[in-house]
């Protein structure tokens, strides 16, 4: 157990929908990574927050937004889904950025489903 | 720019046989390195990682891996792998100072009873 939790587990949704994925770092971590792993795009990095505020960012569609909240949860918010949006998506947290190699510790993920 | 390069979508071995998962990474300055691991059905775990110092990185799981920086490689190695080590193995890197690791396309470690 990593110590990331990851709500919820299965999500099936319709295409055009709007759906909100959560994430609790571990206790402590102040940076929180989502990302995207498709079979055919592979595992994708989305974006970074630390401590409330946007680090960095992959590639992340413009229908994607997130935030990370005053209590250090994030939430990745997904819109006007297409069937391409189906995945798994992984958050991870980190003790404060990776410019110091560090580990980062991976949720169980969210499959979503677009139907 | 940074790039990640694993140069086996899939590798079968037979288990007790040794194995070598092939990562190479393209970068102008110093980087910090890493392999995590995918089980099935689950997020992924941090099996090693090079800072600094001994080019020789020991993980858990009887893994290891050896930085080599004029082939700008890190390869992984397991002189025995069990099924149990069936997984994914996706190698990464990152700048130092840079917040954004880059990761490989993976490995698929397939083991043959």
């Known amino acids: 157990d990593s110590g990331v939790t990851q709500t919820p587990k299965h999500l099936i949704t319709a295409t055009g929908q709007r759906v909100t994925l959560r994430c609790s770092p571990r206790s402590g971590d102040l940076s929180v990574y989502w990302y995207q792993q498709s079979l055919d795009q592979g595992l994708q990095f989305l974006i970074q927050?630390?401590?409330?505020?946007?680090?960095a960012k992959g590639n992340i569609l413009e229908r994607f937004s997130a935030q990370q909240f005053p209590d250090l949860h994030s939430e990745l918010n997904l819109s006007s889904l297409e069937l391409g949006d189906s995945a798994l998506y992984f958050c991870?947290?980190?003790?404060?950025?990776?410019?110091?190699?560090?580990?980062?510790?991976f949720g169980p993920g969210t499959r979503l489903l677009v139907l | 720019a940074q790039s990640v390069t694993q140069l086996d979508s899939q590798v079968p071995v037979f288990e007790e046989a040794p194995v070598e998962l092939r990562c190479n990474y393209s970068s102008s300055v110093s980087v910090y390195l890493f392999w995590y691991v995918q089980y099935p059905n689950q997020g992924l775990q941090l099996l090693l990682k090079y800072l600094s110092g001994s080019t020789l990185v020991k993980g858990i799981n009887g893994f290891e891996a050896e930085f080599n920086k004029s082939q700008t490689s890190f390869h992984l190695r397991k002189p025995s792998v069990h099924i149990s080590d069936t997984a994914e193995y996706f190698c990464?890197?990152?700048?130092?100072?840079?917040?954004?690791?880059?990761w490989g396309a993976g490995t698929k470690l397939i083991i043959k009873p």
């Open positions: 990464a890197v990152s700048e130092v100072d840079n917040y954004q690791l880059i």
């Open positions: 927050y630390y401590n409330g505020e946007e680090r």
């Open positions: 991870a947290s980190s003790a404060s950025s990776q410019g110091n190699g560090e580990t980062q510790y």
